[in-house]
């Protein structure tokens, strides 16, 4: 079964703070996605990356940097953490080609105060 | 617009009774899947579905392209299958980046 690890599972920041998620998979696919879940807005595209050193602006890109140093890794960068922020993220890759199912990982909560 | 509308938005259900959960799609579709989430808990794929039907024990998947929809069919239903269920669409043309709906959230009492 293909693996997505997030860490951390939970994190607490405060505002203005800098937080850095992070994941790893180890399904040798060359998508990885990031996604936010809200209560009543399922989950929302962040980022996204296709290919190593580089990734492409989700739906809700702003206030976020990612980074792809490698096939199996991928952050999620918060430089200024803000209170809307506060949300369960996801991690999730996918072979993109010839099989598009999604591979998801536990997800981070994280609270900004 | 939301090019993902799901309904209901949420469901009881007594124990035994069956459930339909619809997927409504904007734009043309080149695939969809339904998930499953436990109360905070993580997404499990049920259906990688880009048309036609697929079962898989007590669920039923079924994707029709030229009509942009695709419902899940759950028989029998049991407490167990409370939680949310999702679908994802990716859209035709597009570069593989999935666009989920807003989710069903279903509770089944004993």
């Known amino acids: 079964e293909a693996a997505v690890t997030q860490s951390p599972r939970s994190k607490v920041a405060v505002t203005g703070g800098k937080v850095t998620l992070s994941c790893h998979q180890t399904?040798?696919?060359?998508?990885m996605y990031w996604y936010r879940q809200d209560t009543g807005h399922g989950l929302r595209l962040i980022h996204y990356s296709y290919v190593a050193d580089s990734t492409e602006k989700g739906d809700i890109p702003d206030g976020y940097k990612a980074s792809r140093p490698s096939q199996e890794n991928f952050s999620l960068i918060l430089e200024l953490a803000s209170l809307s922020q506060t949300a369960v993220y996801f991690c999730a890759s996918s072979d993109g080609i010839s099989n598009e199912r999604l591979f998801f990982g536990h997800g981070t909560k994280l609270s900004v105060l | 617009g939301q090019q993902v509308q799901q309904s209901p938005a949420s469901l009881v259900l007594q124990e035994g009774e069956n459930a339909e959960l619809q997927c409504n799609f904007s734009t043309s579709l080149n695939s969809m899947q339904w998930f499953y989430q436990r109360p905070g808990g993580s997404l499990v794929s049920l259906f990688y579905n880009p048309s036609g039907t697929k079962q898989s024990g007590r669920l039923t998947s079924t994707t029709v392209i030229k009509e942009r929809r695709s419902s899940l069919h759950i028989s029998s239903s049991q407490t167990t299958d409370s939680g949310t269920y999702l679908c994802?669409?990716?859209?035709?043309?597009?570069?593989?980046?999935?666009?989920f709906g807003k989710g069903t959230s279903l509770v089944v009492h004993p």
């Open positions: 399904n040798n696919h060359d998508y």
């Open positions: 994802a669409m990716e859209r035709s043309g597009g570069n593989y980046k999935p666009t």
